[in-house]
């Protein structure tokens, strides 16, 4: 299974961007797909879940509002739009698949078993 992140770049703040992340050779069981961003000095923070099995979406209350995550299983991709970009936002976002699908499983790191390689999103003020 590999994760194909792109679609990282440097705009302004209030500015927006789209991620993708395609996925190949996906095993059967992953029932969330969804993104976490890193800034340096911190872990890395749960930002957004598409949680296929139950057809619901989560999103971290920094983002909530601004961040919209789509895509399917079907085809394979999942998509970040990012609007009203802040300078806060800047950090590297990894595209992410699960076999897990509650909130409470999903907003954690360690229940996520494929990882893409990271785009960097930098936004300046």
């Known amino acids: 299974v590999q994760l194909q992140a792109s679609g990282g770049g440097l705009v302004q703040s209030g500015g927006s961007l789209r991620l993708s992340c395609v996925v190949s050779?996906?095993?059967?069981?992953?029932?969330?797909m969804g993104w976490f961003r890193q800034s340096p000095g911190k872990e890395r923070q749960f930002a957004a879940v598409?949680?296929?099995?139950?057809?619901?979406?989560y999103y971290a209350d920094s983002v909530k509002g601004r961040f919209t995550i789509s895509g399917n299983k079907d085809t394979n991709t999942v998509y970040l739009q990012m609007d009203s970009l802040k300078p806060e936002d800047t950090a590297v976002y990894y595209c992410a698949a699960s076999p897990y699908y509650s909130y409470s499983d999903l907003s954690s790191t360690v229940k996520w078993t494929y990882w893409g390689q990271g785009t960097q999103v930098t936004v300046s003020s």
């Open positions: 598409r949680s296929y099995r139950d057809r619901k979406t």
């Open positions: 050779g996906l095993a059967s069981g992953i029932y969330s």
